[in-house]
């Protein structure tokens, strides 16, 4: 899949979306949105996983609700990025792809998922 095309696609829909429901699209609502996708794969992951009541949902349902909230985040943070003209391909291959010509962290590296 290419980021830079599924990016596009997804900005045209959430602008559409916005317009639609008269949403100003601006530093704050990229971040909140993604936060409030956070929250709800969160609360599914919760459910799915029987840490929090399932509201009468099936396992199937809750499986599904779990999928389709990593897409939402996935997808709000492909508008975000674009939106801050970040190109994630360029990041995610100098971040975490470089780590396949290596056999550890070198000194000082940035590695993936690293907490700094």
């Known amino acids: 899949m290419d980021l830079r095309a599924l990016s596009e696609e997804i900005e045209s829909i959430s602008r559409r979306y916005a317009d639609h429901l008269g949403i100003e699209r601006d530093d704050t609502w990229f971040l909140l949105k993604l936060q409030e996708e956070v929250g709800e794969l969160t609360q599914a992951f919760l459910m799915l996983t029987g840490r929090a009541r399932t509201k009468g949902r099936t396992g199937a349902e809750l499986d599904a609700d779990f999928r389709a909230e990593l897409a939402d985040v996935v997808c709000h943070v492909l508008l975000m ?19 396949r010509r290596r ?5 000082g590296g940035d590695g993936p998922g690293e907490i700094t």
């Open 103 to 107: 056999e550890g962290p070198a000194s």
């Open 81 to 99: 990025a674009r939106h801050h003209g970040v190109d994630l391909e360029d990041e995610i291959t100098r971040k975490w792809l470089a780590w």
